[in-house]
Nanobody, 125 residues
């Protein structure tokens, strides 16, 4: 089972990036999926979570109204559209899959079944 995160890169402040999380040997529509990030010297932070069907999402306050999480179960993919990027968004971004149902209020602290390897996002001029 593998989760492959991609789409990271270098972008100027105010720019956009779209991250993708693709699953192999795993039927992703049986799992909720979340994005986390970790900046150097900081703890891992939950960014966004989407439930199995895609009709319920949660966002960290720091990214609300700028990031959009979505999923295409036919393509076994979850995406994170990141807009109006700021320098503080610089981090390694990871996707993770969980099987407990709706994301819920504790989605940032619960145990996830699978993790991707991470993709670097750097926001800098």
């Amino acid at each position: 089972v593998q989760l492959q995160a991609s789409g990271g890169g270098l972008v100027q402040p105010g720019g956009s990036l779209r991250l993708s999380c693709v699953a192999s040997a795993l039927t992703l529509d049986s799992y909720g999926v979340a994005w986390f990030r970790q900046a150097p010297g900081k703890e891992r932070e939950g960014v966004s979570c989407i439930n199995r069907s895609g009709d319920s999402t949660r966002y960290a306050d720091s990214v609300k109204d700028r990031f959009i999480i979505s999923r295409d179960n036919a393509k076994n993919t979850v995406s994170l559209q990141m807009n109006i990027l700021k320098s503080e968004d610089t981090a390694v971004y990871f996707c993770a899959a969980h099987s407990w149902g709706p994301c819920g209020r504790t989605w940032t602290t619960r145990t996830y079944d699978y993790w991707g390897q991470g993709t670097q996002v750097t926001v800098s001029s």
